[in-house]
């Protein structure tokens, strides 16, 4: 599964790559100044996270070929972490120690700035 973030959609690239009919990935798109959610707030990476929470975690917590990489604006670490606390609370896991753990299995990069 790939969720970009681009702020219009002339700055989306590389979409013909991800055309679903020629790739078996999953891919979804927030394009925070073209898009709003439900409540009719921009469209950030971590809202359109959100609509796949629980399909992104079962794929963290049981796949050792599911890789986590995050780049951008560091205020999103803090939304997607909102989004990832929950879901593994549930299963008992705390998610701010299971990313650390992630990070040393190299199945977890982030490049925020």
């Given at each position: ?56 975690w079962e794929l ?6 599911t890789f986590f ?45």
């Amino acid at each position: 599964m790939a969720l970009l973030d681009v702020s219009t959609n002339i700055s989306l690239l590389y979409k013909e790559e991800f055309d679903p009919s020629h790739s078996k990935i999953s891919v979804d798109f927030a394009v925070s100044r073209e898009q709003t959610n439900e409540k009719g707030e921009k469209m950030y990476i971590q809202t359109r996270m959100a609509k796949y929470a629980e399909e992104l975690w079962e794929l963290l917590k049981i796949k050792d070929n599911t890789f986590f990489y995050m780049c951008g604006l560091k205020g999103m670490e803090k939304g997607i972490d909102e989004i990832m606390i929950s879901l593994a609370a549930k299963d008992g896991i705390d998610w701010l120690e299971y990313k650390k753990q992630l990070k040393r299995s190299e199945q977890r990069n982030v490049e925020v700035y």
